[in-house]
């Protein structure tokens, strides 16, 4: 089945560093991809829309800024944190549609940030 | 934008018996249901998705019912087992759009 890969699992870095995270699709191609973020036993809570070759379409709330999003390739989505602090320490989630539209997105595993 | 309430927060019972987590949305656009379980530290895992052309689906002992006239939609699960222990999340979203707002999910413990 599809299967979506997130890189690193789990990353601390300090405060005002910057941190990448990687989402691909290994035996798909996405040209839509989300990414997601989870604080600890909270919702997750949509934060991207992640679109091949465009501007990523980001939600009411989240700073573009600050939350880099780059979609080179139909099979590759990064998110990176600028100038990473506490607060933004989280779970963050990728996910991607196989197939056609409206069916099932496929999550990735997560990559844990911890900002010290 | 969509905004989806789910209700109860945690649900305890006890093995064998049935539990029920019901959601509503707010976006009368949404026409894609899906329900998530995710155990601590792992990715969502889709156990059952409904359409809004349908109103209800059944596989094994998981069923979705949804009420779109009243914008909301319910997971039920039959004869629990200790491994369904995990938190449910339900979502919303609309076709061609894809991306999906969750539920704020549901912790629930079948009890041996």
């Known amino acids: 089945g599809a299967v979506v890969s997130q890189h690193p699992s789990r990353v601390i870095c300090k405060s005002g560093t910057s941190v990448k995270i990687e989402c691909r699709s290994l035996?798909?191609?996405?040209?839509?991809m989300f990414w997601y973020r989870q604080f600890p036993k909270q919702s997750l809570m949509l934060m991207a829309t992640s679109n091949e070759g465009s501007k990523a379409t980001y939600e009411q709330g989240v700073e573009k800024d600050k939350f880099l999003i780059n979609h080179a390739s139909l099979t590759l989505s990064t998110l990176t944190v600028t100038s990473a602090h506490p607060e933004d320490s989280s779970f963050y989630i990728c996910?991607?549609?196989?197939?056609?539209?409206?069916?099932?997105?496929?999550f990735g595993p997560g990559t844990r940030l911890t900002v010290l | 934008g969509e905004n989806v309430e789910q209700h109860p927060s945690t649900l305890s019972v006890q093995e064998g018996d049935s539990a029920v987590i019901k959601c509503t949305y707010s976006?009368?656009?949404?026409?894609?249901f899906p329900w998530y379980k995710q155990e601590l530290g792992k990715r969502p895992q889709l156990i059952i998705d409904?359409?809004?052309?349908?109103g209800e689906k059944k596989d094994q002992r998981i069923a979705v019912t949804l009420n779109k006239t009243a914008k909301h939609f319910s997971l039920h699960i039959t004869e629990t087992q200790p491994e369904d222990s995990a938190v449910y999340f339900c979502a919303a979203s609309r076709t061609g759009a894809n991306n999906l707002f969750f539920g704020t999910g549901t912790r629930l413990t079948v009890i041996p």
């Open positions: 035996d798909f191609q996405a040209t839509t």
């Open positions: 996910s991607a549609l196989p197939g056609l539209a409206g069916g099932p997105s496929v």
């Open positions: 409904i359409r809004s052309n349908v």
């Open positions: 976006d009368s656009a949404s026409n894609y």
